[in-house]
């Protein structure tokens, strides 16, 4: 048994690393995911018909462990570079949501930040600029600059917000 596990680790380590990376967005968490993935594989050993079936259990398995833990953190945590992690909260809009948590987490790091303060959190620009440690207006200027940009890349969706 322990010579099929460490067969199938080896074919699919790469494969569950890929999946989970685009997941969590570090290495850390990523590397936390394979091994919670592969703990599945050893306590539930599931027979597989073929290396596809085998394939395609494991990226199941990696995405549900990432998607748990995602929920997991966003419940624990509130520091602000969680924010990457975001994956459902009370305060998130349900529709198209992962286009906007998309979009929102490709902006640059200074507007990502600001925009989730605001929206998210509820702080105003007075009370976010005194915790990022910027002037008022470089805040208000953010604030402008990261909606134009979520604006363009969503176009409709954006104006549905």
């Not at 494969?15 to 290495?27: A, D, F, G, H, I």
């Not at 594989?41 to 462990?65: C, G, M, Q």
């Not at 989730?116 to 604030?143: D, F, P, W």
Request: net charge positive.
């Amino acid at each position: 048994m322990r010579d099929k596990i460490t067969e199938i680790y080896q074919r699919q380590v790469d494969t569950v690393y890929r999946v989970c990376l685009t997941y969590m967005r570090n290495k850390s968490d990523t590397e936390d995911c394979v091994s919670d993935t592969f703990v599945k594989l050893i306590r539930y050993s599931p027979d597989f018909n073929d290396s596809e079936h085998e394939k395609a259990w494991l990226i199941r398995t990696a995405a549900n462990v990432c998607k748990n833990r995602l929920k997991h953190w966003w419940n624990k945590r509130e520091e602000l570079h969680d924010f990457n992690n975001y994956e459902n909260s009370a305060a998130s809009p349900k529709d198209n949501q992962d286009d906007i948590i998309e979009a929102v987490r490709a902006l640059p790091e200074k507007y990502k930040t600001v925009i989730y303060l605001y929206y998210y959190e509820g702080y105003n620009s007075v009370q976010i600029a005194n915790l990022v440690k910027k002037s008022q207006s470089t805040v208000r200027g953010y604030l402008v600059k990261a909606r134009n940009i979520l604006k363009e890349r969503l176009g409709e969706d954006y104006e549905k917000q």
